[in-house]
C-alpha cells in the first residue's frame, strides 16, 4: 500500500519499472536488517511527514532512528512468573551455594554445562 501511495505522490517522477527498481532495492538492504512490515510501514510514514522525495535506505534507516529514539523504552514481552515463592526460592539459593562450597572444599570441579532438571547436575 506504501508503494502505491508513493507512486500516486506529485513528488514520485519515476515510472513503474523504475519504482519496481527502487523498491526492490530497499527490499534487499532491510531484509539484512531482518525488518519486520510493520516497522518499513512505520519508517514510510515518519519518512512522508519529513520529506516530498522518495525514500532511499538511508532515510528509511535514520526515520527508524528517529522514531526509536522518541520511543522511551522498546516494549518487551513480560518474563514469566517465578515457580516458587520468594522463600522457597530463598531456601534452594541457600541449599545450592551449600552443595557448591562443599564440592569446592573436595576439590571437585563444577560441571561446565548442567541440566536444569531439579538440580541434577549436582549430585
Known amino acids: 500500500m506504501d508503494l502505491f501511495n508513493m507512486r500516486l505522490s506529485a513528488a514520485a517522477q519515476k515510472s513503474p519499472d523504475e519504482l519496481d527498481i527502487l523498491a526492490a ?3 534487499d538492504d ?3 536488517e531482518r525488518w519486520t512490515s510493520d516497522r518499513f510501514a512505520d ?3 515518519k519518512h512522508r511527514k519529513l520529506s516530498s522525495f ?4 538511508a532515510d528509511l534507516l535514520a526515520a527508524d532512528k528517529a ?3 522518541a520511543t522511551p523504552y522498546r516494549e518487551l514481552p ?3 512468573a517465578w515457580d516458587t515463592d520468594a522463600e522457597g526460592q530463598y531456601k534452594r539459593n541457600i541449599e545450592g551455594a551449600r552443595k557448591i562450597l562443599a564440592m569446592v572444599s573436595q576439590g571437585k570441579r563444577m560441571p561446565q554445562s548442567r541440566p536444569r532438571q531439579d538440580e541434577d547436575w549436582l549430585q
Open 25 to 27: 532495492m530497499i527490499l
Open 30 to 32: 532491510l531484509l539484512e
Open 43 to 45: 519508517a514510510c510514514r
Open 54 to 57: 522518495l525514500p532511499t535506505t
Open 67 to 69: 522514531l526509536a529514539d
Open 78 to 80: 513480560a518474563l514469566p
